[in-house]
Structures are given as structure tokens and as C-alpha cells.
């Protein structure tokens, strides 16, 4: 599914990576460690082709795969609500939903004769809704949100005026919400509460793709991974672990 061979990366004379390989099989659920600094992020970034290695490859199979990918350090786009971050992590969905809007508007005040064409044009629209997930995919966005704790906040809002740890729920609701087939998750702990937290956790353990997250966080790796990816900083390279954080804690030792 995802094939990461002999990565290398140097930042001058600062190695980073050094010949770094793991494999993510479908439903793999693993945690990536290692102490602050050492190059998880860069590792990530390199998977999700944000930079590129020294050497090494990143090889997806099939190359149609797609990976949803949590940064540290989101970014939306300038102007986004809420409703509009979640909308667009469904391909079609924005389009479909106003086009549908605005045909039941035209509908409802047009005469007979412009009728028949509308009322067609209504039902195209409709069966691209529901090709792009239709209501239930609204419907899921308002879940996804509410699982988040951000389910009081009107979808109108703008980005631009929420908080830090907002944001980042966010962030985690409109990964959750696109459904990628690889999910990389970067700290995706930060600034969630016990609810959140608890939500993720049901989320990753029901989550049918792979999963590779990066966490300080033992408990969340304890009750979610099946393997431990270790990013050593002396040697740069990675050994696998079998089990979740634990396990791996007591085979270190």
C-alpha cells in the first residue's frame, strides 16, 4: 500500500534520514516516535510529497492512492468558514449542494413553461448531490464537528476568527471527513479535551484505511496501534516494533 525505501535527507551537514524504510499495509494503524527534532515531520512531509528526499523512494500501490495528511501547521483557505473547510474535503459536494439550492429557487418561481427543463436540470443536479455523498454527507459533517466539540459552532464562521486549538479540530474533522484511504496524522492530540480525544481513538480503531501517526501521547498509542516505527536520532534510520507503545517500551528496555 505504502512503500517508503532507503530515505535520505541532510540539511547541509545535518543528516536528518538515513536509508529509512518501513511498509503500511491496508488497515495498519502505526505509531511513528522518536525524540522532538530528530525528523518525524520531515519524514512525513516527504511521504506526502511536500519535499523530496536526498535519495530513497516513496512508492503507493495502487498509484491512485489517496493519503490524507495532518500538519502541525494548518493552513486554510483565506476567506473559509467552517461549512466551507468541510464541504471541500468532498470532491463535488460545494458545487452540487448550490447548484440544487439554487435550481429549487429557480423552480419555485418559474412558469409553465420554463418548468420541464428546470424540473430536469433539478434531477441531474440531485444525482450528482448523491453521487458526491448527498444529504448523509451533510449529515456526516454535522457528526464529525459534534465528535470534535465543535458542534456549536455555526458553520458560517469564519476560520480566520477561531482559535488555535479550534483550528486544529478543524483540521482533524475535515481529514476524518474526506475519508483518504492512508491517514498521516501529525500530533493530531494537541488542543483536544477528553471527548476529543475519545473520539479520535473510536474513530482510528473503526477506521478501515492505514494509519501512521506521529503522538507523544503513550495512552492514545497504547490503545490504537498495532506497531511502533522507531526514528532513531543517532542513527537516523527506523526500526519496526511490533505491538503498540508499551510493547515497544518494554522491548527498548
Known amino acids: 500500500m505504502l512503500q ?3 530515505l535520505s ?4 551537514d545535518r543528516a536528518i534520514l538515513e536509508n529509512a524504510s518501513f ?3 491496508a488497515g495498519d494503524r502505526v505509531g511513528l516516535v522518536g525524540p522532538n527534532g530528530c525528523g518525524k515531520t520531515t519524514l512525513l512531509r516527504i511521504i506526502v510529497g511536500q519535499e523530496q528526499p536526498d535519495q530513497g523512494s516513496v512508492h503507493l500501490s495502487p498509484a491512485s492512492l489517496t493519503i490524507g495528511y495532518l500538519p502541525q501547521a494548518l493552513e486554510f483557505e483565506p476567506g473559509a468558514s467552517v461549512g466551507d473547510v468541510m464541504r471541500q474535503a468532498v470532491d463535488g459536494l460545494p458545487g452540487a449542494e448550490q447548484q440544487v439550492e439554487s435550481l429549487a429557487q429557480q423552480i419555485a418561481e418559474a412558469d409553465s413553461e420554463e418548468l420541464p427543463d428546470l424540473m430536469d436540470a433539478y434531477s441531474e443536479a440531485l444525482s450528482r448531490l448523491e453521487a458526491a455523498g448527498g444529504y448523509g454527507a451533510i449529515h456526516n459533517i ?3 464537528l459534534a465528535g470534535l466539540g465543535l458542534g456549536t459552532v455555526n458553520q458560517a464562521t469564519p476560520v480566520a476568527v477561531l482559535s488555535g486549538g479550534q483550528k486544529t479540530r478543524l483540521g ?3 481529514l476524518m471527513h ?3 484511504q492512508v491517514l498521516i496524522l501529525d500530533e493530531p492530540t494537541n488542543h483536544l479535551d477528553i471527548a476529543g480525544l475519545e473520539w479520535l481513538e473510536t474513530f482510528l480503531l473503526e477506521y478501515k484505511g492505514a494509519v501512521l501517526v506521529v503522538s507523544h501521547d ?3 498509542l497504547d490503545r490504537t496501534v498495532q506497531a511502533i516505527l522507531e526514528l532513531d536520532p543517532v542513527s537516523h534510520s527506523i526500526t519496526t516494533y511490533a505491538g503498540n507503545y508499551t ?4 522491548a527498548k528496555q
Open 4 to 6: 517508503v525505501s532507503n
Open 9 to 12: 535527507k541532510s540539511y547541509g
Open 23 to 25: 511498509t503500511l499495509n
Open 142 to 144: 454535522d457528526a464529525t
Open 172 to 174: 482533524l474533522a475535515r
Open 178 to 180: 474526506a475519508r483518504p
Open 218 to 220: 503513550r495512552a492514545i
Open 247 to 250: 510493547d515497544y517500551h518494554l
